[in-house]
């Protein structure tokens, strides 16, 4: 064989598998990596959600308790915890929540935004487990708004904790400010 040839078929072959590799298998047969629209259905919806519920209840293990409400939170108590909060998450479930500590820092009035969020949240500002103010009902921006029109929101004075939690939770709750927390 000539070495045209060679080069000929070794294309020809190398073009067969790439091209197999493209196609989408057989759920029967093994996962696929990507799906279609039209492949979520309430099943699947349902699963993803499942799975996604008990990665949450790993991160959300702490415990935490205003009167008679608990919550389960997830601890942000470095600088880097702290810069992301929940950017990026889907959702809380009804009684999660993030717990910013800035008891290792000097920094007690800490300023927030809501960059990368994907749901409205209330933001509850603590000085030695008592809270101090409320932010309800903070709206997830708008997709694509740009950093410079975010609005950043701070508490009314110097804090020890943060507790972010689903938006009309407070309410919903009855917390007020000069509630004792539990941390």
Request: contains cysteine; hydrophobic residues 30%.
């Amino acid at each position: 064989m000539t070495k045209s040839k060679n080069i000929f078929i070794l294309l020809t072959l190398s073009s067969l598998l790439l091209s197999a590799g493209c196609i989408r298998q057989n759920p029967q047969n093994s996962t696929p990596q990507l799906r279609e629209k039209n492949d979520y259905n309430s099943e699947n919806l349902t699963a993803e959600s499942s799975e996604y519920e008990k990665e949450m209840d790993k991160l959300y293990s702490t415990p935490v308790q205003i009167g008679n409400n608990k919550l389960l939170v997830q601890i942000a108590d470095t600088d880097s915890l702290r810069q992301k909060g929940l950017s990026g998450t889907k959702r809380l479930t009804h009684n999660q929540g993030m717990l910013f500590d800035f008891t290792n820092t000097a920094n007690r009035r800490p300023s927030f935004w809501m960059k990368d969020m994907n749901f409205s949240i209330d933001i509850i500002w603590i000085k030695d487990n008592k809270i101090i103010g409320i932010e309800k009902s903070v709206p997830a921006p708008e997709i694509n708004t740009p950093d410079y029109e975010l609005k950043t929101y701070s508490p009314p004075g110097s804090i020890t904790h943060v507790l972010e939690v689903n938006a009309g939770w407070s309410d919903q709750n009855g917390i007020s400010v000069g509630d004792k927390i539990e941390l």
